[in-house]
């Protein structure tokens, strides 16, 4: 059974830093690229944050320079440092583990930032 669990949401204030974990189990981890995605209230679900399994790294331009998306294969995790948070950033935050161009795509249930000002 797979299973992919986030940590580490809060809330925040502006400008501030908060680190979000994943830790999966019931998968080879090793095998597949990692994703953080959010999703805002109305707002489509977006990728903020990748990591290949050869660790190859992707952000989108929204937070750039601002977050880093880390993995460990020994200990099955993947981690999104996010600091200089801003009001956008709030959103309900997803791990994704992916095995491109196969069935094998499962999502963690996702964990609340929110960013006071």
């Known amino acids: 059974q797979v299973q992919l669990v986030e940590s580490g949401g809060g809330l925040v204030q502006l400008g501030g830093s908060l680190r979000l974990s994943c830790a999966a189990s019931?998968?080879?981890?090793?095998?597949?690229?990692m994703g953080w995605y959010r999703q805002a209230p109305g707002k489509q679900r977006e990728l903020v944050a990748s990591?290949?399994?050869?660790?190859?790294?992707n952000y989108a331009d929204s937070v750039k320079g601002r977050f880093t998306i880390s993995r460990d294969n020994a200990k099955n995790t993947v981690d999104l440092q996010m600091n200089s948070l801003k009001p956008e950033d709030a959103a309900v935050y997803y791990c994704?583990?992916?095995?491109?161009?196969?069935?094998?795509?499962?999502w963690g249930q996702g964990t609340q930032v929110t960013v006071s000002s």
């Open positions: 994704n583990a992916l095995i491109p161009r196969s069935l094998h795509n499962y």
């Open positions: 990591i290949t399994s050869s660790s190859r790294t």
């Open positions: 019931g998968i080879i981890f090793s095998f597949y690229d």
